[in-house]
């Protein structure tokens, strides 16, 4: 009973550690330091997911000199890597006997590890692994292998909420660093993620050629600017790029906005005027939401990419179009081909090189580092000295759906950076829409972590009873509090202690 006693004692210890204000790796390394004193867990550590390559990264450590060193375990590598795989909790009864245990930290190179036991459990935050626990204990201290796992689990499920703000505070530095990295060649697409890398190679591939190029996204995904990198890393790029947005343009100016017109060629032509096409001889055109085009204009535009020539409006010239197209649309022109809405000839001659840009909300933590960029730029606009964005605020920008992409974050970041008087951007700040999406969020997650520590503490108060066979004077001798403090812990969990004066009779 006594152990059960320290155990509880224990995690009672780290739910006041945690309820107490401070910075939360200190909080983590009395945490691992209360490991070691209350439950004789030594060499403590607790490692943080990396949300992309999902690498298990060292963070903090107790009885473990980790300030020289980075320690890293790949997805299923070693005893931490494995875990972080799985998400499944892990007990080695013994250590030098385990073909996983790598030693990386070289903690245990001086201690018999045939008389240590090993135990590692997941951090799970929202049903998604954010880290992993684990310590070492000496054999002949162990009274049973289980339940000193559940014990550890039960601090991680303690734990997570902060491991995962951990996790974005570190992942936040990693980003910074990455801004300068991210661009491409002037300009400003920033993105590290998967997704964002295929689309960077993409790019690199068609650039250097006069391939027709369909952007397809949804709107504020950034097409404009993938358009202007092609053009920017091409042999073109000495030349214009002409901006079109074809929706914009009603079906009776549109053959005179592309190809020109001469004086008189129609009512209110009082001069001649080069067209768009003309406009980007030698360099490229970008037709932006080409999926609008009416029918009549398709055609139009059909006949310049089959012929690469035109005639403007009332002349008898004809111009070579020496002209590179990138097109774009934010609809699904293959369905659009299906039911007729759009030239199937003209879709074929439009797709030849295609580019998909990920919605915002399939990117990640690029939200994050693009929020930071934002944030840089919005500071120094507004001539504010704002420097980060909270860890509750990056935690809700990674579960927005973002429908307005990039272009949705832009505005949300101009907003809060007007209204901050701080140096971080902090859950207030953002649009009301977004404040209420966290809170009826955070109202259906039913408040994990309270609940846990209530666990604790009512484990903690009915073990003490148990002991004191109802006796509620000296369960609160045990527990180091007053009788009135334990008779109102009594109400509020709605225990009995008369149970145990009935089981004594």
Known sequence: MDYIREELLSLYSIARILAKSGDVKDKFKQILKELETGLAMRRGMISLLDREMKEAWLEVAHGVDITVMEVSYRPGEGITGQ??????????????????????????????????????????????????????????????????????????????????????????IRLRELVGKSRQKNLEIIGNSKQMREVFGLIAQVADSNTTVLINGETGTG???????????????????????????????????????????????????RGRFEEAHGGTIFLDEVGELSPAAQA??????????????????????????????????????ASGRFRADLYYRLNVFAINLPPLRERG????????????????????????ISPNVANIF????????????????????????????????????????KVANKSASGGKFSSLVETQEKNLILAALEEAQGNQSQAALRLGITKRIIQYKVKKYGIDPQRWKRKKR
């Open 398 to 437: 990674l579960s927005h759906d973002w429908r307005g992409n990039v272009r949705e974050l832009g505005n949300c970041m101009e907003r809060a950076v007007l209204v901050a008087s701080g140096e971080s951007i902090e859950v207030e700040h953002l649009p009301p829409p977004m404040i209420s999406e």
């Open 223 to 273: 097409k404009e600017l993938v358009a202007r990198s092609i053009h920017l890393s091409s042999s073109r790029s000495k030349g214009p790029i002409v901006m079109v947005n074809c929706a914009a343009i009603p079906d009776t100016l549109l053959e005179s906005e592309l190809f020109g017109h001469e004086k008189g060629a129609f009512t209110g032509a009082l001069y001649s005027r």
């Open 83 to 172: 875990v972080a795989l799985t998400g499944k909790p892990l007990a080695v009864p013994n250590l030098g006997e385990s073909p996983l245990f790598l030693n990386r930290t070289g903690a245990r190179s001086n201690i018999n590890c045939f008389e240590l036991a090993f135990f590692c459990v997941p951090i799970i935050y929202e049903e998604r692994i954010v880290g992993v626990l684990s310590a070492d204990k000496e054999l002949h201290l162990i009274k049973d292998l289980n339940r000193d796992l559940e014990v550890l689990n039960a601090v991680a499920e303690l734990v997570a909420r902060f491991a995962q703000y951990l996790s974005l505070e570190e992942e936040n």
């Open 365 to 388: 933590t690029d939200v994050l580092l693009l929020a930071e960029h934002f944030l840089g730029e919005f500071a120094r606009q507004q001539g504010k000295p704002i420097k980060r």
């Open 300 to 337: 139009k535009l059909l006949r310049v990419l089959q012929e690469k020539k035109f005639q403007p409006l009332g002349s008898s010239r004809v111009v070579q179009a020496n002209v590179r197209i990138i097109a774009a649309t934010n609809r699904n022109l293959a369905e659009d081909v």
